[in-house]
């Protein structure tokens, strides 16, 4: 039997650990978990999911131009469009995290940069629990290299999380008036080979993103499982919550099937022109 959550509480955040399913339903998911932290209809969640079949997510205003639909379709790879900002990520070997909190939770913290700061700080605590040597990119990074590419991995923003000096956490936000939704990849294991067969890059973007990205695999055999585990117990501890195993409502789960039909698994918005989708979402990254 499912706990009963309190919506307003502030210390009792509901944890989900998802069995692996596609881009659609996952996207479908977070933002239904975002809309219910936001109506004060459900409580902050930590989720925890992966992908299957493997999947390349664009992010919000990122034009389908970059995809090589032929070279995913030959390896199997889906592609969604993510409600988060940021660029192309290539969910494979990999675990995902989101987290879906009131604006409040955050206090002084509510501003973009500030919020993911907080959030990298539980991320590097987890990671650092299972042995990984992480360390967080420094604010300066945020607008060092103003002509990014079509590659979330390609190199670190400001506050995300760096393992030898390149990036092993690629995160994006989203925002409503009064709640966050921010969610990630967390690499294992780097498919780069797979990630170029799937994007359509310019000159030297490969060789880049080659120098930029990091796997945990590097430090230890890790079972997404086990970093889920890990990471949960850094976000209760940041946080200073107890994270109750729980799953979604039956209104949730209707609200997320409503959600893939009418939105994740269209063409219409997957394919999209980023002018097209513009000002239906708040902030992103």
Request: charged fraction near 20%; proline fraction near 7%.
């Amino acid at each position: 039997m499912s706990p009963s959550f309190d919506s307003t509480s502030d210390t009792r955040w509901r944890l989900l650990v998802d069995a692996p399913t596609n881009g659609a339903s996952n996207m479908a998911v977070d933002e239904v978990l975002l809309d219910g932290v936001a109506s004060g209809s459900a409580p902050p969640t930590v989720r925890f999911y992966g992908w299957a079949p493997p999947c390349l997510s664009l992010g919000y205003f990122q034009s389908f131009d970059v995809v090589n639909v032929d070279g995913c379709r030959t390896l199997g790879v889906d592609v969604v469009r993510r409600p988060t900002g940021g660029r192309a990520i290539l969910h494979d070997r990999e675990l995902t995290y989101s987290v879906a909190l009131p604006l409040r939770l955050l206090g002084d913290d509510r501003g973009l940069l500030p919020s993911y700061h907080r959030l990298s700080l539980a991320l590097e605590a987890g990671l650092r629990q299972l042995g990984a040597p992480v360390v967080l990119a420094p604010e300066s990074a945020a607008h060092a290299v103003p002509d990014q590419g079509p590659i979330c991995f390609d190199r670190p923003s400001a506050h995300e999380i760096l393992l030898h000096g390149r990036k092993l956490v690629g995160s994006a936000q989203v925002r409503r008036a009064t709640a966050i939704l921010q969610h990630g990849s967390i690499l294992i294991e780097p498919r780069l080979d797979r990630l170029r067969s799937c994007l359509r890059l310019p000159g030297g973007e490969a060789s880049r993103v080659e120098d930029g990205v990091a796997g945990l695999a590097e430090v230890g055999d890790f079972a997404p499982t086990t970093i889920a585990v890990a990471l949960a117990d850094a976000f209760a501890q940041e946080f200073g919550v107890r994270l109750i195993p729980g799953q979604l409502r039956p209104d949730e789960r209707s609200a997320g099937d409503g959600l893939l039909a009418s939105k994740y698994a269209s063409l219409a918005w997957t394919e999209g022109a980023p002018a097209n989708l513009a000002g239906k979402t708040t902030r992103t990254r």
